[in-house]
């Protein structure tokens, strides 16, 4: 079936350094979305890419949208100890536009 | 603005024993409402979707059931746990007839051990 899948699964990084997480689908997507969920906490939307190539910004974190529309990336620069948590890229499934998730990357900030 | 709740938060239950989760959702009309299990360290698996009072929709066999008694008010049941059901439960909704992908607005969660 339809699957989003996400890389890498766990990531550490020293305070200041950046982060690059990606996500692909098995299909291609009419948007792709992205989300956050802090330890011990729900996920919360950050954002949604909708056009092929899209770029958007939020202050340190940076979402692309890929050309083919099967790939998006997350970019955070100069990472701080509040980007801890589980970033998640999601999709519409293709047969009845349910949102899939990707199994998420853990980012965790050594000081 | 638009509220999702969801209760209780945690709960520790022995296997065989039932189990009821409820959520509710305010400020929006006829959304679709969802519930997720997170295992620990793991991804977002939707186990059922409504999109309507009554119209239950399952994604995976299990031992749990869903239920939609009102418009905004989305139940999770079970009449015997087990412990592969230990997990984070979160009931979610989004905006009924919005564009494709619409946004997913997940409610504070359940943490269940089942034990």
């Known amino acids: 079936g339809q699957q989003v899948m996400q890389i890498p699964q766990y990531q550490h990084v020293q305070e200041g350094e950046d982060f690059t997480t990606y996500c692909n689908s098995s299909?291609?997507?009419?948007?792709i979305q992205w989300y956050k969920q802090r330890p011990g906490g729900h996920p919360v939307f950050l954002i949604q890419?909708?056009?092929?190539?899209e770029v958007k910004k939020q202050k340190r974190l940076t979402f692309q949208f890929g050309e083919a529309k099967k790939n998006s990336s997350l970019h955070i620069t100069a990472t701080q100890t509040t980007d801890v948590g589980t970033y998640f890229c999601?999709?519409?499934?293709?047969?009845?536009?349910?949102?899939?998730f990707g199994k998420g990357t853990r980012l965790h900030i050594l000081p | 603005s638009q509220t999702i709740h969801q209760w209780p938060a945690t709960l520790v239950q022995p296997v065989g024993s039932p189990l009821s989760l409820e959520c509710t959702v305010e400020?929006?009309?006829?959304?679709?409402l969802y519930w997720y299990r997170q295992a620990a360290g793991r991804g977002l698996q939707l186990l059922f979707y409504?999109?309507?009072?009554?119209?239950i929709s399952s994604e995976v066999p299990q031992n749990l059931s869903a239920s939609r008694p009102q418009d905004r008010q989305f139940i999770l049941s079970s009449k015997k746990l087990l412990l592969s059901d230990s997990g984070f439960y979160l009931c979610?909704?989004?905006?009924?007839?919005?564009?494709?992908?619409?946004?997913?607005?997940f409610g504070e969660g359940s943490w269940l051990t089942v034990v």
């Open positions: 299909t291609t997507l009419s948007n």
């Open positions: 890419l909708v056009k092929s190539g």
């Open positions: 400020g929006t009309s006829n959304p679709n």
């Open positions: 409504s999109v309507g009072i009554g119209q």
């Open positions: 979610a909704w989004s905006a009924i007839g919005a564009p494709s992908g619409n946004t997913i607005y």
């Open positions: 999601a999709g519409p499934r293709r047969r009845d536009d349910k949102i899939i």
